[in-house]
């Protein structure tokens, strides 16, 4: 267990559906980070959150929003569901985002595996 | 924009034979690296890690990556390979701007041992 929790582990959703996958991070960790792995783009950089804030943003399309609550755990959420959203879902965590320090390196979750029918 | 490629991306050997993964990144400033693997069945996991210091930087299960700043590369290497090896294997670049920094992977190499 490496302390960051994804719920769900699988999800089987139709076309045009929304979804929430949550993610916990480990305790004492202020940053998350959500990917997204799929077999033909390996592991895409979505989003990351910072103590409640976005703090960078990659290839997440506008259909999927994402947020880091004050308790830290955080959210994303997928609308307008297609077939090509069908991924596993990572999130992961860390304790800062500094450059001067090992703190951000990242601890990943097991994993949210989507499937869209 | 800044990237990280990963140039093979399925790597097959034999155990006891020594390996090399190349991992390269565009990015003039200030960059973190990182080794990941991810053993089947389980999630991704820290192999190794660069901040500063000794370019030549030892992870864990005999894996070692070089830095070379001038060829912006982080090659990971292991001098003789097991059967546990098998795993897909991810370079990681922390790209460090005035106001964020962002994590950015490689498309990951697949690695499978014959015993």
Do not use: A, K, V
């Given at each position: 267990d490496s302390g960051v929790t994804q719920t769900p582990k699988h999800l089987i959703t139709a076309t045009g559906q929304r979804v929430t996958l949550r993610c916990s991070p480990r305790s004492g960790d202020l940053s998350v980070y959500w990917y997204q792995q799929s077999l033909d783009q390996g592991l895409q950089f979505l989003i990351q959150y910072y103590n409640g804030e976005e703090r960078a943003k990659g290839n997440i399309l506008e259909r999927f929003s994402a947020q880091q609550f004050p308790d830290l755990h955080s959210e994303l959420n997928l609308s307008s569901?297609?077939?090509?959203?069908?991924a596993l879902y990572f999130c992961a965590s860390s304790a800062t985002v500094t450059q001067f320090s090992g703190a951000n390196v990242l601890t990943f979750g097991a994993g949210s595996r989507l499937t869209v029918l | 924009a800044q990237s990280v490629s990963q140039h093979n991306h399925h790597v097959i050997l034999s155990e006891a034979a020594s390996l090399e993964l190349g991992c390269n990144y565009s990015y003039g400033g200030t960059v973190n690296l990182f080794w990941y693997v991810q053993y089947p069945g389980q999630h991704l996991q820290l192999l190794l890690k660069y901040f500063s210091g000794d370019p030549l930087v030892k992870g864990i299960k005999g894996f070692e990556a070089e830095f070379i700043k001038s060829k912006f590369s982080f090659n990971l290497r292991k001098p003789s390979v097991q059967w546990s090896d098998t795993a897909e294997y991810f370079c990681a670049v922390n790209f460090h701007y005035s106001s964020a920094s962002k994590i950015i992977f490689g498309s990951g190499t697949r690695l499978s041992i014959r015993p």
């Open positions: 569901l297609e077939l090509g959203d069908s | -």
